[in-house]
């Protein structure tokens, strides 16, 4: 899993630092890119604003993107993924706090490929982040990594 990319686009500081241990203590991704606004994570995937001159081909092999984030919600990201060709295919989990049926329903709406929520314990937040990595950046066969697919 050397060379696979995870996008975390979290506002929460103290989330963030648990996934990244808990990434870590389950070696699971090399690069852990971490955006914090809904804002910057369009502007990282589509290389605008501060992010001009980064390289547009190498984009995640997975997002973990939070519903509540400031500036831009999780959910209008992830419709705007969606609706661009070069962007329509990156597996998105939405992974976040809220258990609030309508942001299920909405997420899923707009093409996220899973839901998962954050578990309040860190063993079992340990345990989904590593299922969840294992699964999507090992069992997952994803679409082909070429733009415009």
């Known amino acids: ?14 989330d963030e630092e648990l996934i990244r241990i808990a990434l870590q203590e389950n ?25 001009t001159n980064r390289g547009r081909s190498m984009l995640p092999h997975l997002i973990l993107l939070d519903v509540k984030l400031p500036k831009l919600h999780g959910q ?3 419709r705007r993924l969606r609706a661009d060709k070069r962007t329509t295919f990156l597996p998105v989990v939405m992974l976040t706090t809220s258990d609030e049926e309508k942001d299920v329903l909405t997420s899923y709406r707009f093409g996220a490929n899973s839901y998962i929520r ?13 299922q969840l990595g294992l699964y999507w950046l090992v069992l997952n066969e994803p679409p082909p990594r070429r733009l415009g697919v």
């Open 1 to 14: 899993m050397d060379d696979k990319i995870i996008l975390l686009v979290e506002d929460n500081p103290d």
């Open 27 to 51: 070696n699971i991704v090399s690069q852990l890119i971490v955006v914090h606004s809904g804002a910057e994570a369009l502007d990282y995937l589509f290389g605008t604003g501060r992010y």
């Open 76 to 78: 209008e990201v992830l």
């Open 118 to 130: 954050k578990p309040v314990d860190f063993v079992q937040f340990t345990e989904a982040v590593r």
